[in-house]
């Protein structure tokens, strides 16, 4: 899957058609175990507004909605969240296959109340006072 496909709700559910009887295909299960891990986070922030659908990029998982997106990595039952301008920098970045990868943390203030940061796979904030590549300084 790239980009969004299924509707808020409508999460992709484990395929028991084309296997022997009690078999259920594994990649379909890991849609749908990751789906179950970004759906209990979006019922943790009704501030994200209504979901536009879930996808998968590189190693992982997303549920776009519209004030944040979610991810998590396959077969993790954890996800985060990336929001604002942070969000749209991974975006523009190429988002779960770009160089910084997923998202690790939340999105979370830095120490001098001056920027927010998000760890991500291969990159993070480095300090309150220099801005990198994950830091929103908004």
């Not at 536009?52 to 590189?58: I, L, P, V």
């Not at 970045?93 to 910084?100: A, C, D, H, I, Q």
């Not at 990868?101 to 830095?110: Q, Y």
């Not at 927010?116 to 801005?131: C, I, V």
Request: proline share 8%; glycine share 12%; with cysteine.
């Amino acid at each position: 899957m790239s980009g969004p496909t299924q509707a808020h709700g409508q999460l992709p559910a484990p395929d028991v058609h084309h296997h022997l009887p009690g078999e259920v295909d594994p990649i379909t299960m890991q849609q749908f175990q990751a789906g179950r891990v970004l759906e209990a986070k979006a019922a943790s922030l009704p501030w994200i507004g209504q979901s536009r659908g879930f996808g998968q990029e590189g190693n992982g998982y997303f549920l776009e909605c519209a004030e944040a997106t979610i991810w998590t990595v396959a077969g993790s039952k954890v996800a985060f969240e990336v929001h604002g301008d942070i969000r749209a920098y991974h975006v523009a970045l190429g988002r779960g296959k770009s160089v910084v990868g997923l998202p690790l943390s939340d999105e979370t203030p830095c120490g001098d109340d001056r920027g927010r940061f998000n760890t991500f796979q291969t990159a993070s904030s480095t300090g309150p006072h220099k801005p990198e590549p994950t830091r929103s300084t908004a």
